[in-house]
């Protein structure tokens, strides 16, 4: 990797333009304390002292994007109910752009509601539709991202999947058709229902477990060959130019054509990760969108995504920590 000047490169962040479409979520926290159990019931009471609500699922990609201070937006088709609105004001409070948001009385806005008691977790209460969308939600999500692409131009677009219905296989095949048409880089954290459906994107970024369970393969050590193999096999499927395949502890493989590597992993303190493969997700989509260098795309998700495993619960980058990380890891 040549040297680059990574102060003007994180800089250059506020110039990139990036919408994210799939599953957004309203994640409740609810934190309270046990001091007995329910005459009712052989069942702790909890007796609230806060709640906490927070951006999830696809959102917190954009969260991410925000935190690194590129212009970001969010496309997806949620609920026109309370959890939306409340969800809608979280975005604008991080400066997302909400307004390629299709609302709908069809759908419900997904919430997961989490109880917790001295820092455990008691109970999740999950209110969603994971049901493909309609026909006619799907049509208003693909004229929203039409509209996008042709008002905002984005430089780069990241489908955030969750099985949660947005992504449905005509949302991600006219969604990447628009892409290629105007030039706009298209990068995927896909799931296992919709795996080989994201034909012709630009870099497909599953964690090692997707692959082997979307390939069906049973592999016990991770080497050069065997992930080389892998993409083999990933882009005879969906013909994509890059793959970038995490790898949790032993860090991250990437490989275009015929150059490949494996970063390893820096040592961290891991205390949680959740929300760990959005932060990757992100902050690659967002190196390659203002370098087109796969190797420094691949060496800066790395050190983010070890970074926030060292937050508890889903959090989002920090920008400041990342660069003083890149600068004494990549020097």
């Not at 970001?72 to 949620?78: A, K």
């Not at 975005?91 to 455990?120: L, V």
């Not at 390893?264 to 203002?290: C, E, Q």
Request: hydrophobic content about 40%.
């Amino acid at each position: 990797m040549s040297k680059i000047d990574l102060d003007k490169l994180f800089a250059g962040f506020s110039t990139i333009k990036a919408g994210v479409i799939g599953d957004v979520m309203l994640d409740i926290y609810w934190w309270g304390h046990v001091e007995r159990i329910s005459p009712e019931a052989p069942v702790p009471v909890v007796a609230l002292d806060k709640k906490e609500h927070r951006i999830g699922g696809a959102g917190n990609v954009a969260l991410n994007l925000a935190a690194l201070g590129a212009h970001v937006s969010i496309l997806s088709v949620m609920g026109d109910d309370e959890n939306g609105n409340t969800l809608t004001e979280l975005f604008n409070e991080h400066h997302i752009n909400t307004a390629w948001i299709a609302r709908q009385s069809s759908r419900i806005t997904t919430a997961k509601t989490r109880i917790i008691s001295r820092n455990q977790q008691m109970m999740r209460l999950d209110a969603e539709i994971t049901k493909d969308l309609s026909a006619d939600d799907e049509n208003a999500l693909i004229e929203k991202v039409r509209q996008y692409i042709t008002s905002e131009q984005p430089q780069v677009i990241i489908f955030e999947d969750y099985n949660k219905g947005v992504l449905t296989e005509r949302v991600i095949k006219e969604v990447t058709a628009l892409c290629k048409k105007q030039g706009v880089i298209t990068t995927v954290d896909p799931k296992r229902k919709n795996f080989f459906s994201y034909e012709g994107v630009d870099i497909f970024k599953p964690n090692l477990k997707e692959v082997k369970d979307g390939l069906n393969l049973l592999i016990d050590e991770v080497n050069l060959p065997t992930l080389n193999d892998i993409h083999q096999q990933l882009q005879k499927k969906l013909g994509h130019s890059i793959s970038f395949i995490t790898l949790s502890e032993k860090g991250v493989f990437y490989q275009e054509n015929s150059t490949a590597k494996i970063i390893p992993s820096h040592l961290r303190n891991i205390a949680d990760v959740s929300g760990a493969g959005d932060t990757v997700i992100a902050v690659a989509s967002l190196i390659y969108a203002a370098t087109k260098s796969i190797d420094l795309m691949a060496e800066v998700a790395n050190i983010a995504g070890g970074l926030v495993c060292e937050e508890v619960g889903t959090a989002a980058v920090n920008k400041e920590r990342l660069l003083h990380e890149c600068k004494l890891l990549l020097a």
